[in-house]
């Protein structure tokens, strides 16, 4: 079993950056895919980014290549989503997510374990 807690999302402007924090318990981190997911109101959960287990491998959605950059820290069980140049589009709660393995990247179907979520919104 894994837990994971998101964190460090808030209310940003257009164009600034955050960075959220996904923690997850367990004594196998480095096992698990993890992977960011978003949802914006009204909307299906959309895949944003991916990294393998050992960092290897990153994977991102074109809507945010080139502005957010995944990495993890296996000594610390924890994964980052870096988000630059932010704007209104990418407002939504973001999701961490582990996969055990590297079944799929971008499928949400494909994740074993999900946070709780951390609201992120960017005003114009």
């Known amino acids: 079993q894994v837990q994971l807690v998101e964190s460090g999302g808030g209310l940003v402007q257009t164009g600034d950056s955050l960075r959220l924090s996904c923690a997850a318990s367990?004594?196998?981190?480095?096992?698990?895919?993890m992977g960011w997911f978003r949802q914006a109101p009204g909307k299906e959960r959309d895949f944003a980014a991916a990294?393998?287990?050992?960092?290897?491998?990153?994977v991102y959605a074109d809507s945010v290549k080139g502005r957010f950059t995944i990495s993890r820290d296996n000594a610390k069980n924890t994964v980052y989503l870096q988000m630059n140049s932010l704007k209104p589009e990418d407002t939504a709660v973001y999701y961490c997510?582990?996969?055990?393995?590297?079944?799929?990247?971008?499928?949400?179907?494909?994740?074993?374990?999900w946070g709780q979520g951390t609201q992120v919104t960017v005003s114009s």
């Open positions: 997510a582990a996969e055990y393995g590297s079944r799929s990247y971008t499928r949400p179907d494909g994740y074993d374990y």
């Open positions: 367990g004594r196998t981190f480095s096992s698990y895919t």
């Open positions: 990294i393998s287990g050992n960092g290897g491998i990153t």
